[in-house]
């Protein structure tokens, strides 16, 4: 019997004129994950693409779980392939859901035909198969409100198809169709999470982080490369920018007031930030920021902090509780590695009693003991660009 996936297409079909390049997008997506799963011909139609394997060996399994990772993708079917004849939708509907169907007691058929000219209408195509399911499995008990299983035959242009039901996929829009983002990755919760929901809009992931290394270790350098490595199965192929962070650290402990501290670090990442997404051709900047979560996340700190930007500042999880973003963190697979131990810059000098109502002009004055220009200079001359994915 021949399988295939049926993925659901979004938004998609709502974007009018650019619906092509969206569409185009999403193929091209589809056949980069794909590719090292095995061999499929991916194809469009309407709102369904199909993702059909040209040989035994692709491993389906992964492929079902690669595309439920793919945005712009709302639903995936993983069906049997049928003749356009109510025989054959039967036959195979009985073997192919054979080992589903033992685990249930209750199930209902739906139906759904695109193809008009198929002689049978849908409800005709449901009882009749659903008639036939229970002749040959007797266990079965036909129930139309939430049964525990929902059989559902699709007639289609060339083909028909079976399947045990839909599950669901990443939705969105495609990777590529929203422009660039610059995501600041920590080794924290957050920031894995606001660069998922971004990507989810259609954008294209890079990411930077800064390392103060030996305050902050190699183990956790690596973890912010777990972390994006994570991120790729959803947003495809993205580079790390790790950029030497400790020098402006320790000036920083030096030279300016303590309350100041964690705010002066910020900006100074945040033109950091800016000044690496220019050179990677991003178009904005992307945080894990939630509103009052810490001090420099109060809204007059948040002011402060962007205004050393003229890149738009996306900060997705700014309106979330903490548990929200941890259940995205646990649903996208980043919150294991974001709970390993390490620690982060920003924990390494945190002042006793931080500023929660800074003031620009107070932060400017402390960063006039800076040489910001030099220090900024002096942190991109040490770039290191990791490919990944
Ligand atoms: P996260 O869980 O993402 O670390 P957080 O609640 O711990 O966030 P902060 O540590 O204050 O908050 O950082 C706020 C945001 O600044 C982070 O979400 C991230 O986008 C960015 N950021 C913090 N530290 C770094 C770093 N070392 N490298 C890159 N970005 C960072
Ligand atoms: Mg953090």
């Known amino acids: 019997m021949k399988e295939i996936l049926l993925c659901k297409c979004g938004e998609l079909v709502l974007k009018g004129l650019n619906r092509h390049k969206f569409e ?3 193929q091209k997506t589809l056949y980069w994950r794909l590719k090292k799963i095995g061999n499929f011909r ?25 595309c439920r990772k793919i945005f712009g993708i709302v639903a995936v079917a993983r069906a049997v392939v049928c003749e356009k004849n109510i025989e054959d939708i039967k036959a195979k509907a009985a073997e192919y859901l054979r080992e589903p169907l033992s685990r249930v007691r209750t199930y209902k058929v739906e139906t759904r035909r695109s193809d008009k000219r198929f002689p049978m209408t849908s409800p005709e195509i449901s009882r009749e198969v659903g008639g036939y399911l229970s ?34 996929g990443a939705g969105g829009l495609p990777t590529g169709t929203s422009g660039r983002g610059m995501l600041l990755l920590s080794g924290g919760i957050d920031s894995p999470v606001a660069g998922w929901m971004m990507a989810k809009r259609g954008m294209e992931l890079e990411c930077v982080h800064f390392f103060s290394y030996p305050f902050t270790s190699l183990e956790a350098k690596q973890k912010v490369m777990d972390l994006a490595e994570i991120l790729t ?6 580079t790390v920018t790790v950029v030497p962070f400790t ?5 920083i402990r030096d030279k300016c007031r303590e309350d100041y501290f ?3 670090m910020r900006r100074m990442m945040m033109r950091l930030a800016q000044r690496v997404a220019e050179k990677r051709d991003c178009q904005c900047l992307i945080t894990g920021e939630s509103l009052a979560q810490v001090a420099s996340q109060t809204v007059q700190a948040l002011g402060v902090t962007g205004a050393v930007c003229d890149m738009p500042v996306l ?9 929200e973003i941890v259940t995205i963190a646990r649903r996208i697979g980043t919150m294991d590695v974001s709970i390993l131990p390490y620690e982060d810059c920003c924990t390494v000098f945190t002042p006793k009693h931080p500023q929660t109502k800074p003031a620009r002009d107070k932060a400017e004055d402390e960063e006039s003991k800076l040489d910001v220009d030099a220090l900024i200079d002096e942190a991109m001359q040490g770039l290191e660009v990791v490919t990944i994915g």
């Open 315 to 323: 900060r997705p999880a700014i309106g979330m509780d903490k548990e």
């Open 42 to 66: 991916i194809h469009g139609c309407q709102s369904t693409v199909y993702v059909e394997p040209q040989d035994g060996e692709a491993d389906m399994d992964a492929a079902l779980e690669a």
């Open 262 to 264: 964690t705010l002066i």
């Open 24 to 26: 185009d997008r999403l």
């Open 233 to 238: 199965h959803w947003a495809g192929r993205t």
């Open 247 to 251: 020098h402006i650290q320790t000036e």
């Open 135 to 168: 002749d040959v499995y007797e266990h079965l008990q036909a129930q139309m409100d939430e049964p525990q299983l929902t059989v559902k035959v699709e007639v289609r242009e060339e083909y028909a198809y079976v399947s045990a039901g839909v599950l669901p």
